[in-house]
């Protein structure tokens, strides 16, 4: 099958304005029309089948078509397939789901749910949040957000604002004041140390200096993906996010933790914060919360920021009211979908599959790239892996965007069937949490195979 073949319908690109996308690029390329999905494969209109190596985009976790979400959808939809929940009124799903996850993130301290559309929402309301807090607090001076260098939160105006991968903020700028960035623990690219826990203690310093240069009682929070995703798939080492912990408690800063990615199961455990042994003051959740059935967001706040929005007014309106929502907070159907599909993540001990498969894909992927000089680094936590090519692996130097190395590789790699997503030279293998190591030898297997053909 080739890639032309593959791609069934080349009218596609005409009138769809596509997201990260260049027009002309898919004037000429136009993208594969996905029309059905089973397991972990999806397929095109002409019938080709490809293992699913992005899980949609990080979020199918459980896998496509399966019948226990469905079903929760018709029963849901017979009942109600939809109601707000403002102005007094909610609905039993998001009631039901706000329990199952404070429930599960009962480790973490979490014990309210504020529902959302999806990560960029979420993200949005977790600044809020924090900003807010703050000002019921009786801090409103604290209102600054520190975030990572290369972290990516979303789209909206104060996730982009938060983000830190240049590419995409340039053509909107200048954006929201208060917002910092500092150095990422990136074991690869930094210009400290090869020494992970002299990275980790570094990169921690470096976040302290920044809010002391700030000033601690002007900063509201600081907010990273427990891995980076987005970003290239950046593991921090494992003394990273219990020393951010250490300076937040310090300096009275709060610590959310962008679990869009990582949340329910993707890095190896049911959180990527769980992993690091940290529990947040807020967590961010999205794309795996119901495996992308209906999109879905959920943003979850401990006791401590929760108590700032209890008052004594028993009026609906009161300073108190956290000032934010969505039309399609706590959409019923979105909610049904995710009941369904924390219980299959949870029956099918999937956190505990992706950190054994994982480990796994990402041995085989070391073992190729001893083969393969142009990979520069693999790296991943879970099922969530990065390979980042190199035209020189002893200067880290990149290849230059116009020799299309990365894009020739991934056309090679659909052309075999195998769908991974790549950003430029970089690719992402984030496959649904029910791969196999079956599933895994085939995307090792095909990988090199067309770096192979490509170098």
């Keep these: ?129 924090a900003k807010q807090y703050w000002r ?101 080492p494992a003394n990273f996010w219990p020393l951010l912990r250490e300076v937040c408690d310090r300096h009275g800063v709060l610590l959310i933790a962008d679990e869009v990615v990582t949340g329910f199961g993707r890095s190896g455990s049911m959180f990527g914060s769980r992993a690091w042994g940290v529990k947040p003051d807020i967590m961010v959740f999205a794309k795996g919360i119901n495996s992308g059935y209906i999109p879905l967001g959920a943003t979850l706040i401990n006791a401590k920021v929760a108590a700032a929005f209890q008052s004594d007014d028993k009026s609906q309106f009161t300073p108190r009211a956290f000032m934010h929502g969505n039309t399609y907070a706590g959409h019923p159907l979105a909610c049904a979908a995710a009941i369904a599909n924390l219980r299959i993540v949870e029956q099918e001990e999937l956190p505990a599959n992706a950190g054994k498969v994982g480990a796994y894909l990402l041995a085989r992927l070391k073992d190729i790239q001893k083969r393969h000089p142009n990979m520069g680094d693999v790296r991943g936590k879970g099922l969530m892996i990065g390979i980042e090519l190199v035209a020189d692996p002893e200067t880290k130097r990149p290849f230059d965007l116009a020799e299309n190395f990365g894009q020739r590789i991934w056309e090679r790699c659909v052309a075999k069937g195998i769908l991974i997503r790549n950003l430029a030279d970089t690719f992402i293998i984030s496959p649904p949490l029910t791969f196999t190591t079956e599933h895994a030898d085939k995307i090792a297997d095909t990988f090199d195979e067309a770096i192979s053909a490509v170098e």
């Design 136 to 236: 019921l607090a009786g801090q409103p001076l604290r209102t600054k957000i520190i975030s990572l260098r290369g972290a990516y939160h979303g789209v909206t105006l104060g996730a982009l604002s938060a983000g830190g991968v240049n590419v995409y903020k340039e053509q909107f700028t200048p954006l929201l004041p208060g917002f910092f960035q500092v150095e990422t623990p990136h074991v690869y690219r930094n210009p400290f140390t090869s020494d992970p826990e002299a990275l980790g203690r570094l990169c921690a310093e470096l976040l302290e200096r920044e809010i002391i240069y700030q000033g601690p009682d002007s900063v509201a929070a600081f907010m990273a993906e427990p891995v980076q995703g987005a970003g290239g798939v950046i593991v921090p």
């Design 1 to 129: 099958m080739t890639t032309a073949a593959a791609r069934n319908n080349d009218t596609l690109s005409r009138h769809v304005v596509y997201p990260f996308a260049n027009a002309n690029f898919l004037a000429v390329n136009p993208p594969i029309c996905i029309e059905g999905g089973d397991g972990v494969y999806v397929s095109d209109g002409p019938g080709a089948h490809y293992l699913d190596g992005q899980a949609g985009l990080w979020n199918v976790n459980v896998g496509h078509g399966r019948p226990e979400i469905k079903q929760a959808i018709i029963e849901q939809l017979d009942r109600l397939s939809f109601y707000s929940t403002f102005g007094n009124t909610t609905n039993s799903p998001s009631v039901a789901l706000a329990d199952e996850l404070c429930r599960l993130a009962e480790p973490e301290g979490m014990v309210r749910t504020f529902f959302s559309s999806g990560g960029s929402e979420a993200n949005e309301a977790a600044i809020k949040l």
